[in-house]
Each structure stands twice: as C-alpha cells, then as structure tokens.
C-alpha cells in the first residue's frame, strides 16, 4: 500500500507512505525532504 504525503522541499521528487513507512523526512518546518536531499544536507554539515 502506497500513499502520497508530498513532495520534496528540494528536488520535488513525490514522498510515499508506504506499509507506514515514510521514503523521506519530515523537517521542522514541517515540509518534506526525500533521503537523498536529506543526505546532502548531512555532508554539508559535517
Ligand atoms: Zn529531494
């Protein structure tokens, strides 16, 4: 089972839900991000 929740802040790549797990994150801001825009901001970081 697969839903829709959003679409990435950063790339706009389609966020799903799937079997309850989220294939991106939540920010604080509350948009979303998937893994791989989450990743680059990682490196940046460190
Ligand atoms: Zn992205």
């Known amino acids: ?6 679409y990435c ?3 706009g ?3 799903y839900c799937e ?6 994150t939540v920010q ?5 991000e998937c893994f791989d825009c989450q990743e680059q901001h990682q490196d940046s970081m460190s």
């Open 28 to 32: 604080e801001d509350q948009t979303l």
């Open 13 to 15: 790549k389609a966020i």
């Open 1 to 6: 089972m697969q839903e829709l929740v959003g």
């Open 19 to 24: 079997n309850g797990f989220l294939n991106g």
């Open 9 to 11: 802040h950063s790339c």
